[in-house]
């Protein structure tokens, strides 16, 4: 501290020493007396405190009540550090001591301050309320509000000598948590005394404080609500209902002991909804009671909470069996049921409880926060405590000492967290000694940032160094969270050359499964195959994993999901980009874990196209390209294989290889929705089919040595021309072509043939893609009738032989590759059959409608359940396409607004002509995407296509996942689909059938 000239000291120079308003601090040194200006000792004090001008604040109220405190201060250079430190940190301790100055007494001596134990805490607080703390069960002397004030001034005495010795650094962080705890104890045992003295006769029950969470662990905040578990015995020859009613009252009273307001206000609340049953279940229970709950209904994340579970007032020896029989549940926690699923439905909710506007500024519940490091902590001690004593400690930081020591967290790394924790711990007690009041929000203003920073010891810029210190801590908290579970295993696995004690084989493979690897032997593998070894591929491995594995761990098949990062890796793992791309892009390596382990369908695409990884970096690379820049990419890489037709179509797959995993990525993430993913899939079959048809062409005209001789092209049918292609589509297609003027009919008949005929043959190549069968049976005559025909031999067959059916197929006709001219002209033809003037008779709509139901009880699969098939059963994208083709087949002659080849366009046309209620229409819509996405869904995770509902438990639980379901979500899952199918079953009755 720079010497300050024996004058009065001005406004710019309290500036330099730190005032934030140095008029203001001039103002009150003035009002203290000339001697404080003058006073290097003082000012060095006021100086050093976090707010120098709270401090001034305070002591000026301080002086106003007595004018003597500055001598006292001159005298005593411990009382002056410590009473300016907790003045310049705490604004509410300031007014305590104003309002009782006597209190300077705690607070003074140029030794450091003892430090009290619990038993001296627990007697200064039972003497507060008139209680003798020789007796097992004290009674408080009176109940009333005096009383209640007693307790306060006495409770807020020993909090301001312990602030005292923690802002002057007399008290380690480990001492302030445990004396917080100790003093909440000794206060719920002085409330528990007050409540005794309103019973007359509380005798008849034991009762037993259970202190739970930071209480319990001996971590507690400054201020915080303190949770507590209540257990109770009747004594020998009570009974024991009225020993329970009697325990209720004393537990009620002593928590509103600790919550009523005062003229010194309330201590904190005492919470105790970890109690069995939470909120809803009885206050107190004996301790048979509490076992019985564990044992048969107790979930995870109440196990989790016991791990802190210590006795803290009352009848400590009842407490201490309650502790010993808890103990024996909480360490086979991790072999339950569901435990994984548990874990994740707890991260869930604590996440739920921050707001999006707060989670950057929170401290405990956001990103990084302490709740981070205590959730991992905990899960380590759950999954490996019931082997290892060693692990069984109730505070976070002791916990992951031990955890480090037993090799389940690297020593560097279990360092770095614990130094987050230490940091975040000395936040929160900052933030809430100015007010002592329960928060955990980083403060917005400046101000509050300085104070938080001086009071961390940052002096040159304390808002910056704060800020960035800070936010260096969480960032490394949350990483090391993510990394923690995971580390160990791999040096499990690797034998890596590092000091750092490795995890057994065993626990590696129990911290496998508790996180829902089904094949923790086989993970074990998987990740020894990709680390072993000293190439820097193993490195970035080592480094990649930990976080991929608790991703793979999210998804909804873990084991699946890392044997397709095995096999991606070892495709690509000689290539310089694709591990620096997962390293260094978080989005990559997250969202290809949650494809990889989604989907069997994409892992496979992968293998083959492993380098369409590099397009998951970026939201906006998993958007569909548009058909026409895919169109010209594909007849360019034709282009590149002239007379190689074969070479070329492979060449071409391989681009719809890679725009399949774009459009599945995009999917599976939900950035497109079941109508996109229709179109893009469409899209990319007529770009791969103009592709085959142009090499083909070539191929026939090389052979054939002279043009081709006529007009040829393809017209989409079915799903495909409808846009509405899922993944495992075929294509249906029909061929037609003109001959051109002037040459022989014959010829061009002949080449048209060989360019369909090769043009299935390029598609039907073995080939590692998905393949697209070209499938032309919905030409006229079916199977039967030639492959090609002639424009004008499609337009006399319709005038003279079409059926319904050949008018309904034509509703999905549309141009697909070839000839564009061509592929209008035949969609004229097309349109005189689809969109008749008048709509078609009613024998032809009665005949529909046989064939509907012919169809139905034909060409179900058997054993096929009709309300899961999602093409045929009921309620299924049949039913809701043939509803909207009648509808356009009577109507869309005189309603051009219902000439499209899509089915939900044509029912919204409906709606818009007035021929279809809007609740129809949600109804139909809804049943027809549940169902396209169920089968788009059934093909992602199985690799192949199905039309029904698999039976298999475990692949519905998979479906329901990729669709959006929580992990235990698969039987809402199919509720939902019959729910909805048989709405819209409803619907196509009456509006189909006209019943």
């Not at 029950?205 to 662990?217: F, H, P």
């Not at 065993?506 to 499964?513: D, P």
């Not at 709509?839 to 139905?856: F, H, N, S, W, Y």
Request: hydrophobic content about 45%.
């Amino acid at each position: 501290m720079n010497a300050v000239p024996r004058m009065r000291t001005t406004a710019g120079q309290l500036a330099r020493l730190g005032f934030a308003d140095g008029t203001r601090a001039e103002r009150l040194l003035d009002e203290l007396g000339p001697q404080a200006a003058e006073d290097l000792d003082l000012l060095d004090s006021l100086a050093a405190a976090a707010d120098p001008d709270l401090a001034l604040t305070s002591l000026n109220r301080l002086a106003e009540q007595d004018r003597g405190v500055l001598e006292t201060l001159r005298s005593d250079p411990g009382l002056r550090a410590r009473l300016l430190g907790v003045f310049g940190v705490s604004a509410a301790l300031g007014e305590h001591v104003v309002r009782h100055p006597g209190h300077l007494d705690l607070l003074g001596g140029a030794r450091p301050l003892p430090r009290p134990t619990a038993q001296e805490l627990r007697a200064e607080l039972l003497l507060a309320v008139g209680a003798d703390p020789e007796d097992p069960e004290p009674r408080a002397a009176g109940v009333g509000t005096p009383t209640l004030v007693a307790l306060r001034v006495a409770y807020r005495g020993r909090l301001l000598h312990l602030a005292a010795r923690d802002v002057t650094g007399e008290a380690s962080l480990a001492d302030v948590t445990a004396e917080l705890s100790d003093l909440a104890g000794a206060a719920l045992e002085a409330a528990l005394a007050v409540a005794r003295a309103e019973h007359a006769d509380p005798g008849s029950v034991r009762l037993a404080v259970i202190g739970m969470g930071k209480c319990g662990a001996r971590e507690l905040n400054y201020i915080s609500d303190v949770d507590v578990v209540f257990v109770a015995e009747p004594r020998e020859g009570a009974e024991e209902t009225e020993a329970i009613q009697t325990a209720t009252r004393l537990a009620k009273g002593m928590m509103r002991v600790c919550s009523a307001s005062t003229p010194e206000g309330a201590l904190w609340e005492v919470d105790a909804a970890l109690r069995p049953e939470g909120r809803s279940g009885p206050l107190v229970r004996t301790l048979a009671s509490h076992q019985a709950y564990y044992r048969r209904w107790a979930k995870t994340w109440e196990f989790q909470a016991l791990l802190k579970a210590r006795p803290v007032a009352g009848d400590l020896e009842l407490g201490e069996q309650y502790v010993s029989a808890m103990n024996e549940m909480v360490w086979q926690a991790a072999t339950r049921d569901r435990f994984v699923e548990d874990v994740q439905a707890m991260r869930r909710r604590v996440e739920a409880h921050v707001r999006g506007d707060e989670a950057e500024r929170q401290i405990k519940l956001g990103p990084g926060g302490l709740r981070d490091i205590e959730f991992a902590v905990q899960l380590l001690q759950l999954v490996h405590g019931r082997l290892d004593p060693l692990l069984r400690r109730r505070a976070t930081l002791p916990a992951l000492a031990a955890l480090s020591r037993g090799g389940y967290v690297g020593r560097d790394d279990a360092k770095a967290l614990a130094e987050a924790y230490a940091f975040l711990r000395r936040i929160e007690h900052l933030i809430q000694l100015y007010r002592l009041r329960r928060t955990h929000l980083v403060p917005q203003s400046e101000t509050d940032l300085r104070r938080l920073g001086r009071g961390l010891g940052m002096v040159s810029d304390p808002v910056g160094e704060f800020t960035t210190r800070w936010r260096r801590h969480a960032m490394e908290a949350r990483r090391l969270h993510e990394k923690l579970f995971y580390r160990p295993l791999l040096q499990a696995v690797a034998r890596l050359p590092e000091s750092e004690a490795r995890l057994s084989t065993a626990a590696a493979q129990a911290r496998l499964e508790a996180l829902g690897y089904t094949d923790p032997a086989g993970a074990l593998r998987h990740i020894s195959a990709l680390t072993s070894g000293v190439s820097r591929r193993a490195a970035i491995q080592r480094t990649l994993l930990p976080v991929m594995l608790g991703w793979f761990a999210d998804a909804p098949d873990p084991d699946a999901g890392l044997l397709g990062f095995r096999q991606v890796s070892d495709k690509l793992g000689a290539t310089p980009w694709y591990l620096r791309l997962l390293r260094d892009e978080t989005a990559v390596a997250s969202r290809l874990t949650r494809l990889l382990g989604s989907s069997r369908y994409v892992t496979g695409l992968l293998l083959h196209a492993p380098e369409a990884v590099a397009m998951l970096g970026s939201d906006a690379e998993l958007d569909p390209r548009p058909a026409e820049t895919l169109l010209t990419e594909a007849r360019a890489t034709v282009g590149r294989y002239p007379g190689e037709a074969e070479i070329a179509v492979a060449a071409a797959r391989g681009l719809r290889r890679r725009e399949l995993v774009r459009t599945a990525a995009a999917d599976l993430s939900g950035r497109i929705d079941v109508e996109r993913v229709g179109q893009a899939l469409s899209a990319l079959n007529d770009v791969t089919i103009q592709a085959a048809l142009d090499a083909a062409i070539g191929k026939v005209e090389m052979e054939r040595r002279a043009p081709l001789g006529t007009r040829f092209a393809v017209i989409a049918m079915g799903r495909l021309g409808g846009l509405e292609c899922s993944y495992g589509s075929d294509a249906d297609v029909m061929f037609v072509h003109s001959p051109l003027a002037g040459g022989s009919e014959r010829d061009a008949t002949d080449a048209a043939f060989a360019v369909a005929n090769e043009l299935r043959r390029l598609l039907a190549l073995p080939a590692p893609d998905p393949p697209l069968l070209i499938d032309p049976d919905l030409r006229p005559e079916g199977r039967q009738g030639p492959l090609v025909r002639t424009l004008a031999s499609y337009a006399a067959y319709y005038e003279r032989w079409s059926s319904p059916w050949e008018s309904q197929a034509l509703l999905r006709a549309r141009f697909s590759a070839g000839d564009a001219s061509l592929g209008a002209e035949f969609l004229g033809v097309a349109d005189r059959l689809r969109y008749p003037e008048g709509g078609i008779p009613d024998a032809a709509v009665t005949q529909i409608r046989t064939l509907k139901a012919r169809m139905e009880a034909e060409r179900l699969p058997r054993g096929a359940d009709p309300t899961l098939h999602t093409k045929l059963g009921r309620g299924g994208l049949s039913d809701v396409e043939w509803v909207a083709q009648l509808i356009q087949l009577r109507h869309a002659g005189s309603s051009p607004p219902l000439r499209t080849t899509r089915t939900l366009e044509a029912l919204r046309a409906a709606v818009a002509e007035g021929l279809l209620s809007e609740a129809d229409e949600a109804a139909l819509a809804g049943a027809w995407r549940l169902a396209s996405r169920v089968r788009d869904a059934v093909m992602l995770v199985r690799g192949r296509a199905s039309d029904s509902v698999p039976v298999d438990a475990r692949e519905r639980a998979l479906i329901s996942r990729v669709l959006g379901y929580p992990p235990d979500g698969s039987g809402d899952f199919v509720d939902d689909y019959r729910r909805v199918t048989r709405r819209a079953r409803l619907v196509m009755e009456r509006v189909f059938y006209g019943g």
